[in-house]
């Protein structure tokens, strides 16, 4: 039976309960990209197992791409209109955390940014030492950090930059397009500043 949705949905997982014994994750995942499809997609999931056979103890977690698509799955199911899953009517309410650490709002990433770093050396002149195009840019509130994702000599990386290092914040232009100046505490060992500036172009 479903169970009325009692909170409001504050991040993008839900607790998902009545999971029938044989169901694995690749299945439960599927089934939430169908049911959502509309509205976003089911990024990831877990189920938990008992340890003999590994068969499912009934519940588990789903993220999905935004806060958005968890408050529509949670609604699907509290009003009956989650359709079953092998056979079975799921639960699905609020959790309190995301399995997996990521923006939970669409608004709050960018896909494809240009990453510049350098010296601020006048009052509106910047000098670069280095910069990365195609980089992914996730704003985590939940963690208080920001998360960068680059690519730098075939290797991908991610560069953490938390609420607390940073000192300024501006939003600007760069070329013509819009930008994100950062000034965090810290810095790269090439660089001998105390404040380091990190440009964000999206």
Same mark, same amino acid.
């Given at each position: ?7 409001? =949905? ?38 938990? !197992? !008992? ?25 699907? !199911?509290?009003?009956?209109? *989650?359709?079953?899953? *092998? ?17 939970? /709002? ?22 670069? !030492? /280095? ?15 920001? /998360? ?12 953490? =930059? ?41």
């Amino acid at each position: 039976m479903a169970t009325a949705l009692s909170a409001p =949905v504050s991040t993008a997982t839900v607790r998902v309960s009545n999971i029938p014994p044989s169901a694995v994750a690749k299945e439960l995942l599927a089934f939430f990209n169908s049911a959502v499809a509309a509205a976003g997609e089911a990024y990831a999931c877990e189920i938990a !197992a !008992a340890r003999r056979g590994w068969l499912s103890r009934g519940n588990g977690s789903v993220q999905f791409d935004s806060t958005a698509t968890a408050t529509l799955a949670a609604e699907l !199911a509290s009003s009956g209109r *989650l359709p079953r899953f *092998l056979g079975s009517l799921l639960s699905v309410s609020p959790a309190p955390s995301d399995l997996l650490p990521r923006a939970p /709002d669409l608004s709050l990433r960018v896909a494809d940014a240009r990453l510049l770093v350098g010296n601020r050396v006048a009052e509106r002149e910047f000098e670069v !030492a /280095d910069s990365w195009d195609s980089v992914c840019v996730e704003v985590i509130p939940g963690k208080r950090r920001i /998360d960068l994702y680059l690519n730098h000599d075939t290797q991908m990386y991610k560069l953490e =930059v938390f609420f607390e290092d940073i000192r300024n914040c501006y939003q600007c232009s760069f070329d013509g397009a819009g930008a994100i100046l950062l000034q965090v505490s810290w810095s790269p060992s090439c660089c001998d500043v105390s404040v380091f500036p990190l440009y964000i172009i999206y």
